[in-house]
């Protein structure tokens, strides 16, 4: 497989509410940014469904509508796993990012297996996350 880059990646958390419960818990929040390439920019609204493990493990489980620079309206789903870095307490993640759309000139998108790879500097409201989005291209014949 080869991965194409598509886009820096940069996100902050506007809400965020942690639920705990028995065993681990649960994050909600909603997060706001942007997506920057030369094939693919515009601005991201997301919300943010994260399990919390008991192994310190986030699950983030984010949904939301990406708005072209150019005027296209995408959803978009991202499925994810994020381990905490010791030394700065900052969430190291890797995402699935998918895309559906009915705008012609991105229809691309819907068939694209996209990965984003990033780092999340605080769990809050004013977190800031910045990420490399990258599209699946098979390689096998």
């Known amino acids: 497989m080869e991965l194409v880059e598509l886009s820096d990646v940069d996100l902050t958390y506007v809400t965020l509410e942690s639920l705990d419960y028995d065993a681990g818990g649960q994050l909600y929040g909603t997060m706001e940014g942007s997506l920057t ?11 943010n469904l994260a399990a ?55 229809t691309w998108l819907n068939a694209t297996f996209g990965v984003l790879e990033g780092v999340l500097d605080t769990v809050g409201v004013g977190g800031r996350a910045h990420g490399r989005l990258y599209g699946c291209r098979p390689t096998l014949t």
Request: charged letters at 30%.
């Open 37 to 47: 390439g030369e094939r693919l920019s515009g601005s991201l609204r997301l919300t």
């Open 52 to 106: 919390r493990r008991t192994d310190n493990v986030n699950l983030p489980t984010l949904r939301g509508v990406l708005d072209t620079a150019d005027g296209a309206r995408v959803w978009v789903e991202l499925d994810g796993v994020a381990t905490l870095r010791a030394e700065d307490q900052a969430r190291v993640f890797v995402t699935t990012f998918r895309f559906r759309t009915g705008d012609e000139r991105y």
